[in-house]
């Protein structure tokens, strides 16, 4: 048995001392990896993932251990790959390696609300709670023990067909007969073509196929068959599809965003959407109500998610962009009033890169510009807001911090408000972060503190 109780089943083979053919020397050990997923907050990711120790950092949260499987000598893991983990509330694929090539892939829960990495060995302890993992080898064969003797049988396995969203990518579980083995490699196939790096859970009842794999695949419905190692047969159909209505979770915050866009040659504004992955669903609308909103703006999807808003004549519009990713739909509404001439502070401008958030979190977001004036308050209000929904504003830049005071945000009904004050001249990244429904939503607005001082050199850091 591994130190985790799973049994191993190897080949053991038995030699005479006289015999004339001598082993093969250069035969690598079989070697296992056992590890547990593990939980750190968001507040911790730095001094997790950005740290000289990382690697050391993170064998010692998933408690991972590696050794020969016969001989339970330790050996060194070697490689910690923490590319995928990102520095916002998800669930991010690490992989643990050997020097030998020996490989198992554990989840870090990235978590907002989750702060213990101040004390390591405290997390550790926490973190041994979880589901351990335990590396399928490339000859080894990971099986359970079969029903005991007492008569406390295994219920019969009930293939299921599974549904596999394009748009909500995830490794997919299909139960199978812990009495049974399956081979590590070559024993799964969907549509006839074998699929690799699937991976069985440790307690042996469940086979996970890679999202990988089923990334690749167009829509619609494809048989798959596993094949134990008795040579016997599980059948099931796996379905691709966009999202699931059914699941998909619905109504996110929206936040109140009023542009005016004045009616001059080549004037645009883009509505900046950061985070889309390659499988999102992104669509764009003019919703404004009434018989001329149609005729007020015209708008065109970018390749990179982005919506381009142009001006046609004067008047009142409104522009939805709606965007499906992660189980989740994203919502940004503008309301728009195209003006025949400057007036007053209306001057457009759009966000240049350099002015955007460079990371983002399993949900596309909104990137905004907003200018304030230095000691004046500017209200910043989201509605359809849930009414047990988590509502924080803040500034991750500590020197930037000390130039917006941020008031206490104010919940009514289905709308929250936060009051801002600039203090002094200068630029601020604000974020605002609702959590409901189990989904976390971003928006991150550029402030500009106007205090009449500014010059176009200085604008042109961030603006165009």
Known sequence: KTPNGTEVTVNVTVTDENDDK?????TKPEETISANNFKVGVNDF???????????????????????????????????????????PGTYPVTLTTDQGTSTKINVIVDG???????????????????????????????V???TATGEGVSEIKPEDII???????????????????????????NGVTVSNYYVSSDGKTLYIPKEHLSLMEKGTYPAVLTYADGTAQKF???????????????????????????????????????????????????????????????????????????????KSQVTCKIIQNGAEYKVVVDIKVLRQYKGTSKNYNLKPAGLVKTS????????????????????????VATDAKVK????????????????????GKTATCTITGKKKGWVHLTAEITQNGKTYYTRLLVRIDDKTWTKKQLKKYLK
């Open 164 to 190: 596999f969203e394009k748009t909500n990518p995830q490794d997919k579980p299909e139960p199978i007969d812990p009495t049974k083995t399956v081979p590590p490699t070559g024993a799964l196939t969907i």
């Open 145 to 147: 023990a079969p029903p």
């Open 361 to 384: 979190g399993e949900l596309p977001e909104f990137n905004v510009y907003k200018r304030i004036v230095k000691g004046k308050k500017t209200k910043i209000k989201f509605t359809k």
């Open 237 to 315: 159909n796996v379905t691709i599809i966009e999202y699931d209505e059914k699941t998909l979770v619905k109504n996110p915050p929206l936040f109140s965003m009023y542009k005016e866009i004045v009616l001059k040659k080549k004037n645009t504004f883009t509505v900046n959407l950061k985070g889309i992955s390659d499988y999102a669903v992104v669509t764009s609308k003019i919703s404004g109500k009434g018989k001329n909103a149609k005729k007020v703006v015209k708008i065109k999807q970018q390749q990179n998610g982005d919506v381009l808003i142009t001006p046609r004549k004067a008047g």
């Open 22 to 26: 001598k082993p093969d020397d250069t």
């Open 46 to 88: 730095d001094k997790i993932f950005n740290d000289p120790n990382t690697p050391d950092i993170v064998k010692k949260l998933s408690n991972a251990k590696a050794y020969e499987t016969l001989l339970k000598t330790p050996v060194p893991i070697t490689k910690v790959d923490t590319s995928q983990v990102k520095k916002e």
């Open 393 to 412: 504003f803040y500034v991750a830049n500590k020197k930037e911090a000390k130039s917006l005071k941020i008031g206490k945000t104010k919940r009514k």
């Open 113 to 143: 609300d989750w702060d213990t990495i101040g004390d390591i060995d405290k997390a550790s302890e926490e973190n041994k709670t979880s589901e351990t993992i335990k590396n399928p080898t490339a000859k080894e064969l990971v099986k």
